[in-house]
């Protein structure tokens, strides 16, 4: 039998998930500190909590980087307002959040109850991707613990304020991450993005005012007043302040996620922590931040993990996951691969996503096997340029950037495909073609205007 | 069948909008019907009080609903890169071996649904096979023919235990 989820140890610096193994019972949580920072937070009014947010210059940790305290301090003031925890980690790479809920869930629980306190929300939602089955039965229980020990669903601590919270599970859509889809979705419709304004801190769950982060952003939240504001702030860059959680996979001896401060390299990720790639095998090129940004070549492994490194380099830190990949694989594989999964994805809504994404896996499917050529690899830079920044959500987007930086750095390895008139990687290569070509007729061509 | 009412009025309560209960209410009624036929659209509809035409256009969008039958198991894949990189596609071949069909697809016998499907969220654990909602990480390719043999051997409910 295939063996579970294998946790890596805490590293140095880890100050979210500091220990080995898991801490689901609301006691062991208890034990180590847990659900202290709620009774300081209970201390302090809404607007101290948002002013040692901002200290912190905690920035969300789902893929944007938003100031966390800023984004708290939009939300429209008084009556009927939401928290929604943005729990649908679908981002190719990304297995962070999971690794949180599975290992440490009452931190997640504590952060949601500090967030609630600081709005008066009228309840929480966490919105956790429909396969995270497992994941979503143990925030239930967590949550029900912390409902016997009077955290939820009871005055709390000595105020007149009852919090509430719910686990909403979605049921399979990538674009409901994306924060306007995933309310659409919440509010029981088609998980379609919509356009912005009106914005979720003015309407958002249900119609009302909405506070929408990412897990590991309302994880870090206990950590923040633990230490403080100033304190966490001390750690990492100026611009990238403490530490995240970064999903590692793909060709390397110890994949896992790994606790980083903002201030260490990808070097650091991938050959410190991930004991760098197997046996004989050399480093093609890694993706930083999940499978929408843009690929980093291995001359750039000294890029700092933070947001402004990566942006410098090129890229985006995006979600925090890593892909390394090997001297074997087939860049023209990696990137049809890589589209097929948005066009897979796009909910369908605008033109440039629904026909761009399609084009875009068209056209690397013929390139894949062999029947492109030089015009089309150009034709396709041309689309991914048309598709990038014209759609209503950054979906079309994810699936052009990526591309566009396969074709730029391997533009031969696209060459070679069209002048071979097949794929000249080896059967044992990495990823196999899994559709047989040209199983549906190709697009017909026509001249880019 | 009462209890799935019940149950998709305990979700309602949850929610300041009767909608907002549409995704628990559909996974409610696939747990009973196995798929979401007609007869299970028209149950979601009649607990929600909502037109059966919104509980489809909803239902559709989303890939964890099967909208035509489906296996008393079903196994999905993940082929996405992290897993692909690490060998999934050869897990995918051989389950379709295995199983004398190409994914997506079930089983001559009914028994076994085959999908590919995307990133499940297991990436550095890949390759990652969910198994009757049951993920199960570092799936070889020699893994499939036992799994099919118990898969085979068992009843829907009992994988689920």
Same mark, same amino acid.
């Given at each position: 039998m295939p063996e579970g989820p294998t946790f890596a140890p805490p590293t140095d610096q880890s100050i979210l998930l500091p220990f080995a193994g898991t801490r689901r019972e609301i006691a062991e949580y208890e034990a180590h500190g847990g659900y202290q920072s709620l009774r300081k937070a209970v201390g302090m009014t809404g607007e101290q909590l948002v002013e040692e947010m901002i200290a912190s210059n905690l920035r969300g940790r789902g893929g944007a980087g938003f100031p966390a305290g800023r984004k708290a301090s939009f939300l429209a003031p008084?009556?009927?307002?939401?928290?929604?925890?943005?729990?649908?980690?679908?981002?190719?790479?990304?297995?962070?959040?999971?690794?949180?809920?599975?290992?440490?869930?009452?931190?997640?629980?504590?952060?949601?109850?500090?967030?609630?306190?600081?709005i008066r929300g009228t309840a929480a939602y966490i919105y956790i991707r429909g396969e995270y089955h497992k994941e979503a039965a143990i925030l239930e229980g967590a949550i029900a613990q912390a409902r016997e020990q009077g955290y939820v669903g009871s005055p709390?601590?000595?105020?007149?304020?009852?919090?509430?919270?719910?686990?909403?599970?979605?049921?399979?859509?990538?674009?409901?991450?994306e924060e306007t889809a995933l309310l659409s979705s919440l509010n029981g419709d088609r998980g379609q993005p919509t356009a912005k304004p009106p914005f979720p801190a003015v309407s958002g769950a249900f119609k009302k005012p909405t506070l929408l982060n990412n897990v590991e952003t309302v994880a870090t939240v206990p950590v923040i007043l633990g230490m403080g504001g100033a304190a966490y702030a001390g750690i990492g860059t100026e611009q990238s302040t403490g530490t995240k959680m970064f999903s590692l996979s793909g060709h390397v001896r110890h994949p896992g996620n790994y606790e980083m401060p903002l201030s260490a390299t990808y070097r650091d990720l991938i050959e410190g922590q991930g004991g760098g790639?197997?046996?004989?095998?050399?480093?093609?090129?890694?993706?930083?931040g999940g499978s929408s940004m843009?690929?980093?070549?291995?001359?750039?492994?000294?890029?700092?993990?933070?947001?402004? =490194?990566?942006? =410098?380099?090129?890229?985006?830190a995006g979600s925090g996951a890593v892909i390394v990949v090997d001297d074997r694989?087939?860049?023209?594989?990696?990137?049809?691969?890589?589209?097929?999964?948005?066009?897979h994805e796009s909910c369908g809504k605008c033109t440039p996503c629904r026909e761009g994404t399609r084009w875009i896996t068209e056209l690397l499917r013929k390139q894949e096997a062999g029947l492109g050529s030089s015009e089309e690899i150009d034709l396709l830079l041309d689309i991914c340029d048309r598709v990038e920044g014209n759609c209503l959500c950054v979906l079309g987007d994810a699936c052009a950037m990526p591309v566009r930086s396969h074709i730029r750095n391997f533009r031969d390895e696209f060459e070679e495909h069209a002048r071979l008139g097949r794929c000249p990687c080896p059967d044992d290569a990495p990823m196999s073609e899994l559709y047989p070509p040209l199983l549906r007729a190709p697009l017909p061509m026509v001249a880019a205007t | 069948?009462?209890?799935?009412?019940?149950?998709?009025?305990?979700?309602?309560?949850?929610?300041?909008?009767?909608?907002?209960?549409?995704?628990?209410?559909?996974?409610?009624?696939?747990?009973?019907?196995?798929?979401?036929?007609?007869?299970?659209?028209?149950?979601?509809?009649?607990?929600?009080?909502?037109?059966?035409?919104?509980?489809?256009?909803?239902?559709?969008?989303?890939?964890?609903?099967?909208?035509?039958?489906?296996?008393?198991?079903?196994?999905?894949?993940?082929?996405?890169?992290?897993?692909?990189?690490?060998?999934?596609?050869?897990?995918?071949?051989?389950?379709?071996?295995?199983?004398?069909?190409?994914?997506?697809?079930?089983?001559?016998?009914?028994?076994?649904?085959?999908?590919?499907?995307?990133?499940?969220?297991?990436?550095?654990?890949?390759?990652?096979?969910?198994?009757?909602e049951e993920y199960q990480e570092h799936f070889k390719p020699e893994d499939v023919a036992p799994l099919c043999e118990r898969l085979r051997a068992s009843r829907p409910t009992e994988s689920h235990a």
């Amino acid at each position: 039998m295939p063996e579970g989820p294998t946790f890596a140890p805490p590293t140095d610096q880890s100050i979210l998930l500091p220990f080995a193994g898991t801490r689901r019972e609301i006691a062991e949580y208890e034990a180590h500190g847990g659900y202290q920072s709620l009774r300081k937070a209970v201390g302090m009014t809404g607007e101290q909590l948002v002013e040692e947010m901002i200290a912190s210059n905690l920035r969300g940790r789902g893929g944007a980087g938003f100031p966390a305290g800023r984004k708290a301090s939009f939300l429209a003031p008084g009556g009927e307002r939401y928290l929604v925890i943005n729990a649908d980690e679908s981002e190719p790479g990304t297995f962070k959040d999971r690794e949180i809920i599975l290992r440490n869930p009452h931190m997640l629980i504590e952060g949601i109850l500090i967030y609630l306190w600081m709005i008066r929300g009228t309840a929480a939602y966490i919105y956790i991707r429909g396969e995270y089955h497992k994941e979503a039965a143990i925030l239930e229980g967590a949550i029900a613990q912390a409902r016997e020990q009077g955290y939820v669903g009871s005055p709390l601590m000595g105020t007149d304020y009852v919090p509430e919270v719910y686990v909403h599970r979605g049921a399979g859509a990538y674009i409901c991450g994306e924060e306007t889809a995933l309310l659409s979705s919440l509010n029981g419709d088609r998980g379609q993005p919509t356009a912005k304004p009106p914005f979720p801190a003015v309407s958002g769950a249900f119609k009302k005012p909405t506070l929408l982060n990412n897990v590991e952003t309302v994880a870090t939240v206990p950590v923040i007043l633990g230490m403080g504001g100033a304190a966490y702030a001390g750690i990492g860059t100026e611009q990238s302040t403490g530490t995240k959680m970064f999903s590692l996979s793909g060709h390397v001896r110890h994949p896992g996620n790994y606790e980083m401060p903002l201030s260490a390299t990808y070097r650091d990720l991938i050959e410190g922590q991930g004991g760098g790639l197997p046996e004989g095998r050399t480093l093609k090129a890694f993706v930083p931040g999940g499978s929408s940004m843009p690929i980093l070549m291995p001359n750039q492994l000294d890029t700092g993990l933070s947001f402004e =490194a990566v942006v =410098a380099a090129g890229s985006m830190a995006g979600s925090g996951a890593v892909i390394v990949v090997d001297d074997r694989t087939c860049m023209v594989r990696f990137a049809l691969r890589t589209a097929e999964f948005y066009m897979h994805e796009s909910c369908g809504k605008c033109t440039p996503c629904r026909e761009g994404t399609r084009w875009i896996t068209e056209l690397l499917r013929k390139q894949e096997a062999g029947l492109g050529s030089s015009e089309e690899i150009d034709l396709l830079l041309d689309i991914c340029d048309r598709v990038e920044g014209n759609c209503l959500c950054v979906l079309g987007d994810a699936c052009a950037m990526p591309v566009r930086s396969h074709i730029r750095n391997f533009r031969d390895e696209f060459e070679e495909h069209a002048r071979l008139g097949r794929c000249p990687c080896p059967d044992d290569a990495p990823m196999s073609e899994l559709y047989p070509p040209l199983l549906r007729a190709p697009l017909p061509m026509v001249a880019a205007t | 069948m009462a209890d799935l009412y019940d149950q998709i009025q305990a979700e309602i309560a949850k929610y300041p909008d009767r909608r907002g209960a549409i995704l628990p209410a559909l996974r409610h009624a696939q747990e009973h019907y196995g798929w979401l036929s007609p007869e299970a659209i028209e149950a979601v509809a009649e607990a929600l009080d909502l037109s059966p035409a919104r509980c489809v256009a909803v239902a559709s969008f989303y890939d964890m609903f099967f909208l035509q039958p489906v296996g008393e198991h079903v196994v999905e894949v993940c082929t996405n890169l992290s897993c692909a990189l690490v060998g999934s596609d050869q897990v995918l071949r051989r389950f379709e071996d295995e199983l004398g069909v190409r994914a997506p697809g079930t089983s001559e016998d009914g028994r076994i649904t085959l999908r590919r499907v995307e990133c499940l969220g297991g990436c550095g654990w890949g390759p990652v096979v969910s198994v009757d909602e049951e993920y199960q990480e570092h799936f070889k390719p020699e893994d499939v023919a036992p799994l099919c043999e118990r898969l085979r051997a068992s009843r829907p409910t009992e994988s689920h235990a």
